[in-house]
């Protein structure tokens, strides 16, 4: 009996919950039925027999902690995935101290200071400063994006350069990683039509199976009465209980739920994020699947492929446009530094500009130089010309 406690506790605890809410009819009734009704068996016939009823109720505890492993993986692997939630806001206060404190503590219209690697606590305008920020964990999108005075950025995302003063447009409950993180708490209660099937099938399916049992009980060894004969009541009873055991719907009613569970859980390991049982569903009836290539099908990072200069050498240009590039942390401007390994020479590098959203400008030299994109060339006044290489464009400059 000891061992029975040890074992089936939590199930005979859920099974007089389920009756005490009016909500019995459930696998944990089920299977507290059949074990107490062997025990009972097993008191009548005087053998102390109670293996049968450990038994039982071993191989279901057993089922329901693969089940809460494999629920368990998959939770932690969506967590893992989703890790943008802001663990503390640098608010400046009045006086422009800047104290460290919870983002859910954070008003509307307060200001924050973020620094380079941080993640973004809130919503809000950059109102001093500029800097690039990691948005793919909310967007999918590799790029940073430069953001200046202005310029709305949104929690979950990472300050990856330069400090900045953001002014705060929305409470923490109300920000964009919160809005998030609640879809991604949700994916369990989107059920699919087999999920929400299922559970519907459970809960007239139990209640049948209960009086099927109840009736193989005491039906036949009635019957048998009145045609003359010996009730026998205990076999009947003995095969009701066998009748509860092997009907009970509990392989059922959790292996759906679980495998799609597994599934989104699975999917996340990979870094896809599934947003419930639903849209996997009816995933199995895609035939085409549209992907955004950069950081998806692709790494996300950038090398330099192609140079194309008009009087320099391509090892002058590229020498030239790495040394100006040292001092960003752009992605294009790191790619530029792996292409150009060689930076230990004489070269003097200074009056360093950098121009937000178009480029950077240094003195190489002495000699001016400016690294950008077209919006940088045409805000110099610098002739430039695209190069084209297949379906790629690359600005190149003429002077």
């Known amino acids: 009996m000891i061992s029975y406690l040890l074992v089936g ?150 300050n990856l350069n330069g400090l900045i003063r953001v002014k705060t447009t929305k409470e923490f409950g109300e920000s964009t990683v919160t809005k998030v993180l609640e879809l991604i708490e949700d994916a369990s209660e989107r059920k699919s039509k087999s999920e929400n099937f299922i559970t519907k099938f459970a809960r007239i399916y139990t209640p049948i199976v209960v009086y099927l049992a109840l009736a193989l009980a005491i039906l036949p060894p009635l019957i048998s009465i009145l045609m003359g004969n010996s009730g026998n009541f205990s076999t009947w009873i003995y095969r009701a209980l066998i009748f509860l055991i092997i009907s009970c719907p509990c392989a059922l009613v959790i292996s759906v739920p679980l495998s799609f569970f597994a599934g989104i859980g699975s999917a996340s390991r990979n870094g896809v994020l599934i947003k419930g049982s639903n849209f996997m569903e009816v995933l199995s009836n895609v035939d085409q699947v549209i992907f955004d290539k950069t950081g998806t099908l692709t790494k996300g990072t950038f090398e330099v492929t192609a140079i194309h200069p008009e009087t320099l050498s391509e090892n002058e240009l590229l020498h030239i446009a790495s040394h100006v590039e040292r001092y960003s942390t752009h992605p294009i401007a790191e790619s530029l530094r792996r292409a150009y390994k060689d930076e230990n020479d004489s070269c003097m590098v200074d009056d360093i500009k950098e121009v937000a959203g178009c480029g950077i400008s240094a003195k190489v030299n002495g000699d001016l130089v400016y690294v950008g994109n077209s919006k940088m060339m045409d805000k110099f006044d610098i002739e430039w010309k695209k190069c084209e290489k297949k379906w790629n464009h690359y600005p190149c400059c003429n002077k």
């Open 9 to 158: 506790y939590e199930v005979l605890l859920n099974a007089f919950n389920g009756i005490k809410n009016k909500q019995a009819f459930d696998e944990s009734l089920l299977m507290s039925i059949a074990t107490i009704g062997a025990i009972i068996l097993g008191i009548y016939s005087k053998s102390g027999d109670y293996v049968e009823a450990v038994a039982v109720m071993l191989f279901y505890q057993i089922g329901e902690f693969f089940q809460s492993y494999a629920v368990g993986k998959s939770r932690k692997s969506i967590a893992d995935l989703m890790d943008i939630a802001p663990d503390y806001a640098n608010l400046e206060d009045e006086n422009g101290k800047i104290i460290e404190v919870d983002p859910d503590e954070v008003e509307i219209g307060s200001i924050i200071v973020i620094k380079p690697g941080e993640k973004v606590p809130l919503d809000g305008e950059v109102i001093d400063g500029r800097s690039s920020i990691d948005t793919k964990a909310l967007t999918g999108e590799s790029i940073p994006k430069d953001v200046e005075k202005g310029s709305m950025i949104y929690s979950g995302s990472i």
